[in-house]
């Protein structure tokens, strides 16, 4: 059974930063997609950034320069560090393991970012 857990979510003023952590347990962590999407009230769930097992990344347009991700696959979890945190990436942030397609999901890290 594959199990999802983010943790590091929090509330920050404008330009601070907050590192999330996704922890994942249950599957082949070394050749698993690993990903974080989040959902701000009243919008769509949408892209922030993936990982493959490989390292290859991809960002979403609204997060390059400023967010990072990254996974050890020791500790078999994936980082997300923000930095330069605006107030429109407030949102519910979410872990995904395994693609959207047939993968599973966390319960959710809320990030406020405010004055």
């Known amino acids: 059974q594959v199990q999802v857990m983010e943790s590091g979510g929090g509330l920050v003023q404008p330009g601070g930063s907050l590192r999330l952590t996704c922890a994942a347990s249950?599957?082949?962590?070394?050749?698993?997609?690993m990903g974080w999407y989040r959902q701000a009230p009243g919008n769509e769930r949408e892209l922030v950034a993936t990982i493959t097992g490989g390292g290859t990344t991809n960002y979403a347009d609204s997060v390059k320069g400023r967010f990072t991700i990254s996974r050890d696959h020791v500790k078999r979890t994936a980082d997300l560090q923000m930095n330069s945190l605006k107030p429109e990436d407030t949102a519910v942030y979410y872990c995904?393991?395994?693609?959207?397609?047939?993968?599973?999901w966390g319960q959710g890290t809320q990030v406020t970012v405010s004055s």
């Open positions: 995904n393991v395994g693609g959207l397609k047939f993968g599973s």
């Open positions: 249950g599957i082949i962590f070394n050749y698993t997609m």
